[in-house]
Nanobody, 127 residues
Framework: QVQLVESGGGLVQAGGSLRLSCAASGRTFTSYTMGWFRQAPGKEREFVAAINWSGGGTYYADSVKGRFAISRDNAKRTVYLKMNSLKPEDTAVYYC????????????????????WGQGTQVTVSS
C-alpha cells in the first residue's frame, strides 16, 4: 500500500516556475514507477511525465517537453516536477501516481497503469 501526498501548487504568472513535490509512504518506494498527470476543468486527466525506479528513465508529454523536469529522491521517498516557462494552458489539478512496476514502459503514459493516486494540487497560471 502506498499513500501519496502532493504539495507545491499555487498561483503563478505566465513564464514563471513552480516545483511540485509528491511524498510517498511505504518502504518499497524504489519498486515503483512514478508519474504526474493533470486535469483541467471539463477535460480528461492527461499524462504529464513519468520516471522509473532509479530516475534514469523518463517520459514526457509533448506539451511539456523542454519546460518540465521530473526527478525523484528515493532516500526521501519523494518525486518532483519542476515546471518552468509556465503557460495559462498548464492550469490544472496535478496528480501524482505510483505503479508497482519498477521499469518504465509506454504503458505508463496511460492513467490505467497506475495503482495509487494522490489527492492533487492546484496549479493556476495567469496570463
Amino acid at each position: 500500500q502506498v499513500q501519496l501526498v502532493e504539495s507545491g501548487g499555487g498561483l503563478v504568472q505566465a513564464g514563471g516556475s513552480l516545483r511540485l513535490s509528491c511524498a510517498a509512504s511505504g518502504r518499497t518506494f524504489t519498486s515503483y514507477t512514478m508519474g504526474w498527470f493533470r486535469q483541467a476543468p471539463g477535460k480528461e486527466r492527461e499524462f504529464v511525465a513519468a520516471i522509473n525506479w532509479s530516475g534514469g528513465g523518463t517520459y514526457y508529454a509533448d506539451s511539456v517537453k523542454g519546460r518540465f523536469a521530473i526527478s525523484r529522491d528515493n532516500a526521501k521517498r519523494t518525486v518532483y516536477l519542476k515546471m518552468n516557462s509556465l503557460k495559462p494552458e498548464d492550469t490544472a489539478v496535478y496528480y501524482c501516481a505510483a505503479d508497482g512496476t519498477a521499469y518504465l514502459s509506454t504503458s505508463h503514459l496511460n492513467k490505467g497503469a497506475y495503482d495509487y493516486w494522490g489527492q492533487g494540487t492546484q496549479v493556476t497560471v495567469s496570463s
